[in-house]
T-cell receptor
């Protein structure tokens, strides 16, 4: 059982380049999330999707776009990468809808992005 | 004031020590409280999950919630080098439109 799979694991970009981080889960979860984690800042929510076909902004959405392609897949796109977007990105999923209290997240292994 | 405050550490203890990790929060609507453990270069994984106030024990780990003080704790007994990780508290309201709110995490090192 793979859980939450993120690709790529590592990526180096130049300022202004674009890229898409891919995420897939095989647990039939309803909700999916993208976080970034930076030293001293903790986990910050970028975007989330409560169900297939819906997406909402989190705490730090500027510079990112997302697509909930189907129930399994949730991608994060950087249209014009900036050095401030250098971070570790985590995708997560949860069985219960995002508005429920019982919101246990399963995380992927992370994608390390460096923007030069 | 941040919704969830957590001392980032780092915290270094000898093997066998009792470790206490803590978070405070400001939103009285929070009802579900979790602790995630994150090993270096890995994703966070759920460690403990409690609802409302009280204690929950799982092996060497005990989670406590004091809603009157808006304070949660994670105790680790007989700490082991394999417990060395970053511990993140997280919480959510019973209902509403806000996803899980995380603390910044406390880095723990258990020295053999």
């Amino acid at each position: 059982n793979a859980g939450v799979t993120q690709t790529p694991k590592f990526q180096v970009l130049k300022t202004g380049q674009s890229m898409t981080l891919q995420c897939a889960q095989d647990m039939n979860h309803n909700s999916m999330y993208w976080y970034r984690q930076d030293p001293g800042m903790g986990l910050r929510l970028i975007y989330y999707s409560a169900s297939e076909g819906t997406t909402d902004k989190g705490e730090v959405p500027n510079g990112y776009n997302v697509s909930r392609l189907n129930k399994r897949e949730f991608s994060l796109r950087l249209e014009s990468a900036a050095p401030s977007q250098t971070s570790v990105y985590f995708c997560a999923s949860s069985r219960d809808r995002v508005y429920s209290g019982a919101n246990v997240l399963t995380f992927g292994a992370g994608s390390r992005l460096t923007v030069l | 004031q941040k919704e969830v405050e957590q001392d980032p550490g780092p915290l270094s203890v000898p093997e066998g020590a009792i470790v206490s990790l803590n978070c405070t929060y400001s939103n009285s609507a929070f009802q579900y409280f979790m602790w995630y453990r994150q090993y270096s270069r890995k994703g966070p994984e759920l460690l403990m999950y409690t609802y409302s106030s009280g204690n929950k024990e799982d092996g060497r780990f005990t989670a406590q919630v004091d809603k009157s003080s808006k304070y949660i704790s994670l105790f680790i007994r007989d700490s082991q080098p394999s417990d060395s990780a970053t511990y993140l508290c997280a919480m959510s309201a019973r209902s509403g439109n806000t996803p899980l709110v995380f603390g910044k995490g406390t880095r723990l090192s258990v020295i053999a």
